[in-house]
Every structure is written in C-alpha cells, then in structure tokens.
C-alpha cells in the first residue's frame, strides 16, 4: 500500500510544471515581431541605425548582435553597447549598411529593400554610380527603384548594391543659388549710387 502511495506521488510531482526560475525564462513567450524587430534583422551586424524606445529615449549607433528577444548597439567608442529589447523599441531608422560580402549581399540587400520599401534612400553600386530614391515591392533578385529626379523607374540587381543610406527629403526654403542671385543684384543697383561722385567711376 505504501510503495503504491509512494509512486502515486512521484506521479504527481513530475506532472506539475516546474517553478523554478530557470524553468520560468525558458518557458516565457517570445514577443511578436516588430517592424523595428523585422528592421534590424533585416539590416543585420554593422549596419548604422537611429532607435527610438517607447520610453522616449533616442540612440544612434552600429549594431552588434542580435537574438530573438534583444540586440546590442554599439553608440560610442570605448564604451560597453547598449543592449535593447525589442519589445522597449518604437522605432528603427536607417543612417547607413555597407555590403562588402558578396556572398551574402543579394539576401542582404533584398531583406533590406522589402523592409524601407517607400523611404528615402540613396544607394552605391558596385560601378561608383549613385542612385537617390525609394524601393518599391522588390521582386526576386531584383527591386524597382524609383529615382527621385524624373520619378523614372530602374531595375536594381541587388548583388550591385555595396551600400544603402538614409536620403532624407532636402529642407525646403530658398536655395543657395537665389540668395547669391539676389545679393549680386542687389549689390548691382547700388553700385551706381555708392560710386557717384568719386574720380574712376563711369558717368
């Protein structure tokens, strides 16, 4: 009778959840994927990003390393990165990712491609050339990139791109070439008035 108790209580205790501490992290949930989750998987080690935390607090910095709950932001030489939980994250922003693997450029690329599809950009071809703009919904291989200039839309082969940066959109106000105009004509039509009277100067 004592030895049929006995296993019923082994029984028992091995059916119960373990609550121990180690047991309790491995058994909590993972967070659902994030935009700014998906955003610095997709940007990978070394990419340069700005992070915003719901809290309010801003980074900027490179990323390090990630995993499925957190990465690490390096922000300043000498000093130990950040570590971030993607779930702390509201935002993540693109400053600059450089490819120089290329092997693994063309994943790279087109991870990166589907998730800035509308932002501003300026890529580097493997050719020097330059291209400012925005991705559209990238297809296999290849994305559609709309250039800013004449809204024309190219083919980009994303084993050419070496590098993708943030382009934000110019400020806009009177540009440089109106102020320099304005002040040479304005210095023009003074001159007469300023020159009457003194010897060397045209009637």
Known sequence: ??????????????????????????QAPIPAESRATRRIRALGAGAEVKVTLHAGRRFQGIIEAFDRRQFSLITRKNRPPELLRFEAVKDVSLVKVTYPDVATRAARVGGAAAEFVGDEVRIKLASGKTLRGRFRQPTAGSSGFIKNKNSEIVAVDYTDVIEIRSAPPPRKGISRGLIFAATFAGVFALAPLLCRGQAGCLP
């Open 1 to 26: 009778m004592n030895s049929q108790r006995s296993v019923a209580a082994i029984m028992v205790i091995l059916l119960l959840p373990d609550a121990s501490p180690a047991a309790a992290r491995m």
